[in-house]
């Protein structure tokens, strides 16, 4: 070996346990990132022509999410569910789901988001929140009986 490559093949093996050691570092640190968690705050009786607060508290981790990309209350009769989207159609844009009428919900702080809501006629009704945040979707919905 010439004095040349005696000299450079340390800083090869250097470079190689630093580069190997930062992936195992990076591997570690790049985890999957905790879900959203999305708790409904609905209440499950309201009455016709009251004024309802819509709500959701969103998480991740121990920590409210005030900067979700999407948050959206959809409702409905639960005689007249929407139709899906098919399989081809993919995930629904916050478009659409408008163009169906869902409504866009506001941060209110400490990771919740609200729409104001007056249902029209008694019945039970599903209320679904759509929420996207970062890469992460979630859709939780429960049901509301209007007297």
């Not at 009455?47 to 999407?70: F, R």
Request: charged share 20%; hydrophobic share 40%.
């Amino acid at each position: 070996m010439s004095g040349q490559a005696r000299w450079f093949m340390p800083f090869i093996v250097l470079i190689l346990l630093t580069v190997g050691c930062s992936y195992e570092e990076q591997s570690a640190a790049g985890e999957m990132p905790e879900m959203i968690k999305v708790q409904l705050m609905i209440p499950d009786k309201v009455s016709v022509e009251e004024d309802v607060a819509l709500q959701i508290k969103l998480t991740q981790g121990e920590q409210p999410v005030n900067d979700a990309d999407h948050v959206q209350f959809q409702v409905w009769n639960e005689q007249d569910e929407p139709e899906a989207p098919s399989f081809d159609q993919g995930m629904m844009s916050a478009d659409e789901l408008e163009s169906r009428g869902a409504t866009k919900a506001v941060s209110i702080g400490d990771g919740i988001y609200e729409v104001s809501y007056t249902f029209q006629e008694p019945g039970v009704y599903v209320v679904q929140a759509h929420v996207t945040s970062g890469a992460m979707h979630t859709m939780p919905r429960t049901k509301v009986t209007v007297e």
